[in-house]
């Protein structure tokens, strides 16, 4: 497993940006798929972004497309959640996971929180109106 640890989390206006990052320590970063996920009060966790071990192909929630982008840098262990045109529904504790599948199990099941062994703690973003 590797350990995470999220950041960039706020409080930004409706229509905003927010860029959330999420440093990996332990075990190689560059061999695991990572994913964003959030979490609304009183609402199951749900995927937001995917993106495979080299970065070649990611995966979008359809409530997030053409406004979130992930990213990552291996040199640097750190994966990226840009937020843009947010909305107040975008309100949430934003989480990055970690995947150890290979990349074709991967692709089939990014959405799903058991594809996942390693989660960080969490950061809270809020869209004011």
């Known amino acids: 497993q590797v350990q995470l640890a999220e950041s960039g989390g706020g409080l930004v206006q409706v229509g905003g940006s927010l860029r959330l990052s999420c440093a990996a320590s332990g075990r190689a970063f560059s061999l695991y798929h990572m994913g964003w996920f959030r979490q609304a009060p009183g609402k199951e966790r749900e995927v937001v972004a995917g993106i495979s071990w080299r970065g070649g192909s990611t995966y979008d929630a359809d409530s997030v497309k053409g406004r979130f982008t992930i990213s990552r840098d291996n040199a640097k262990n750190t994966v990226y959640l840009q937020l843009n045109s947010l909305h107040a529904a975008d309100t949430a504790v934003y989480y990055c996971?970690?995947?150890?599948?290979?990349?074709?199990?991967?692709?089939?099941?990014?959405?799903?929180?058991?594809?996942?062994?390693?989660w960080g703690q969490g950061t809270q973003v809020t869209v004011s109106s």
């Open positions: 996971a970690a995947a150890p599948f290979g990349e074709t199990v991967y692709s089939a099941r990014y959405y799903l929180r058991s594809t996942y062994d390693s």
